[in-house]
């Protein structure tokens, strides 16, 4: 019969692996909201454009229709994981195109567009 002497070494180490396993996941939120016409989701990827594009600007070509918010990053860089996030969100939106409408610390919020 083994001791808790004996087990212990080997739980340790399945618990610094959990630990380690939660630091590599993405612990960020992305939150969609919509506002206005709803449209069909357009699948996963679905080629979103990245726009440069202030609320004028951008309701002057395109329908908005809401926001993406990135809550919760680790630091002030949007990453390529993020975009794809940002992108698989927009499209089940409809979208064709976002823009970033504002950022802080920690977060990340994006317009979503439509064509008209």
Request: hydrophobic residues 45%.
């Amino acid at each position: 019969m083994k001791t808790i002497a004996h087990v212990l070494p080997a739980l340790c180490l399945v618990l610094l692996l959990l630990l380690a396993a939660a630091g590599c996941m993405s612990r960020y939120r992305v939150t969609p909201i919509r506002s206005g016409a709803l449209y069909p989701s357009k699948g996963e990827a679905c080629a979103v454009q990245f726009q440069n594009l202030n609320f004028q600007e951008g309701a002057s070509k395109y329908e908005n229709l809401g926001l993406i918010t990135l809550s919760g990053t680790d630091s002030d860089e949007f990453t390529p994981q993020m975009k794809k996030d940002v992108e698989r969100a927009a499209c089940k939106m409809g979208a064709d195109a976002v823009s970033l409408n504002a950022s802080g610390p920690g977060s990340f919020q994006f317009i979503v567009w439509r064509a008209r």
